[in-house]
């Protein structure tokens, strides 16, 4: 026979309360005022019961869906590739699950968008909703500020609408300090592998402005021939390296706008006989599992993903709760990850052997 599953009843026998104080306190439902001992009772006497809340129930006595969407607009290669995705969702599940929530992914493109949101967001089939933008053409971002305005729960992970709430990171900033580095160690030919502007046109043509203003800034030649599109993959980044060390002007550093193309193009370097980082420093973006092991280690740049997919969980929480959120825009820092493939390390212990006395 089964074993009968333990009930909210049961859970408020033994923590000596109402069935509706254990509804309140096992939903988080703030307005109740249930004081910290009667709540701390409640969630002892559900664990010693092996007590599982019924999710119909919990999205009842909310008055809200038990569902949050994460929503990926025009969805391409790299969300299959790399790392941000995944981190993303875990970062966002670890928020929503804590809370009583479930997420559903959904995929836009030009055949489903509008008549996803309008089942999602008219139809009520869930709490709120995450956007993954891509700048694409047929979703109105206008449409969502207006469904915002109204009160619907939305959170965007790039600032991409001014009336609508974003928590993103600082990844421009990012471009500027990687590309600064090579600066600082002495590169005056820095190369670059952009990703292809298929999607995301406006992002990857704002990163490519930071890195010519940067060059710039120090006093350097923007040069075209020096930069060669890539397509997030490594294989890519392979051919796209193969262009370039073919071109007119030989670089002496490499900028990949992400490390699985700068994967690829250390292996086409390195077949090419050429060290790294001796005669071409290597750098790339995101710093993925796999930088650390690369060979040479890659020097990157650190997006602190899994915070990004928390926070905008825990945002977008405080909008379906009702709560204030006064900050329309949160933006988290990038950090420089430095490693063996710049040449940065090479270089501090040539000074540390000239500065030893004779």
């Not at 930071?210 to 006093?219: D, F, I, P, R, S």
Request: proline share 4%; with cysteine.
């Amino acid at each position: 026979m089964s074993k009968q599953r333990v009930t909210s009843k049961q859970v408020a026998q033994l923590a000596g309360v109402s069935q509706s104080t254990v509804s309140f306190v096992l939903n988080n439902v703030d307005s109740a005022n249930i004081s910290a001992e009667t709540s701390q009772r409640v969630w002892e006497a559900a664990r010693t019961l092996g007590y599982v809340p019924n999710v119909t129930a919990r999205a009842l006595a909310r008055g809200k869906n038990n569902l949050v969407a994460l929503i990926l607009d025009h969805p391409h290669s790299q969300i299959f590739l790399d790392e941000y995705i995944p981190k993303i969702l875990t970062g966002l599940s670890q928020t929503m699950q804590q809370n009583g929530y479930r997420i559903m992914v959904e995929m836009l493109d030009d055949s489903n968008f509008s008549q996803t949101f309008v089942n999602l967001i008219k139809g009520g089939e869930v709490a709120g909703i995450v956007l993954n933008y891509n700048d694409c053409t047929g979703l109105s971002l206008d449409v969502l500020a207006s469904y915002s305005a109204k009160g619907f729960p939305i959170v965007t992970l790039d600032q991409s609408h001014n009336a609508l709430h974003c928590v993103t990171v600082n990844k421009y900033d990012g471009v500027r300090q990687i590309v600064q580095h090579l600066i600082d160690l002495g590169h005056k030919h820095i190369a670059c592998i952009p990703y292809g502007p298929v999607v995301n046109g406006a992002h990857l043509h704002r990163r490519l402005q930071v890195y010519q203003a940067t060059l710039e800034a120090a006093g350097l030649v923007y040069d075209k021939n020096l930069v060669q599109e890539g397509d997030y993959d490594p294989e890519t980044g392979y051919n796209a390296m193969i262009t370039l060390l073919d071109g007119p002007v030989q670089p002496t550093a490499l900028f990949a706008m992400n490390d699985l193309m700068a994967f690829g193009a250390m292996k086409a370097i390195q077949e090419r006989g050429l060290r790294i980082p001796e005669d071409i420093a290597v750098v790339g973006f995101d710093d993925v599992r796999l930088a650390a092991f690369s060979q040479p280690p890659l020097t990157t740049v650190f997006e602190p993903d899994v915070d990004h997919g928390r926070m905008a969980g825990e945002t977008l929480l405080k909008l379906i709760n009702g709560q204030p959120v006064p900050e329309m825009v949160i933006q988290l820092a990038t950090t420089l990850v430095i490693r063996d493939s710049c040449g940065f390390r090479q270089q501090q212990k040539a000074k540390e052997v000239l500065l030893q006395p004779v």
